[in-house]
Nanobody
């Protein structure tokens, strides 16, 4: 059974950067599209980024465009999210999503496997 484990979250000042990692264990994810979502307190889970199995195509939510970059290293069974120019509004728990079922990639319903999340806190 595949498990997803996020890491790399933490406290950062506004304008700073963080790189999140999502490491998969139990089975290779190299043939599967992956996503990143985030959820702030009192808000719904929000789409952040999507990457195809090969890494050849990516898509981003409006708040991530131009600042965040999703990538993957299939040899390491890991997906990354590089976040630059972080703002207070980016504060949230960030989740790695796998088990993409072919639905709308920006919907949480399109994923069947989730990590436990990693907290990102941006101080203003």
């Amino acid at each position: 059974q595949v498990q997803l484990v996020e890491s790399g979250g933490g406290l950062v000042q506004a304008g700073g950067s963080l790189r999140l990692s999502c490491a998969a264990s139990g089975r290779t994810i190299s043939r599967y599209a992956m996503g990143w979502f985030r959820q702030a307190p009192g808000k719904e889970r929000e789409f952040v980024a999507f990457i195809t199995w090969s890494g050849g195509s990516t898509s981003y939510g409006d708040t991530a465009k131009g600042r965040f970059t999703i990538s993957r290293d299939n040899a390491k069974n890991t997906v990354y999210l590089q976040m630059n120019s972080l703002q207070f509004e980016d504060t949230a728990v960030y989740y790695c999503a796998g088990g993409y079922n072919g639905g709308a990639y920006d919907s949480a319903l399109a994923y069947e496997l989730w990590g436990q999340g990693t907290q990102v806190t941006v101080s203003s």
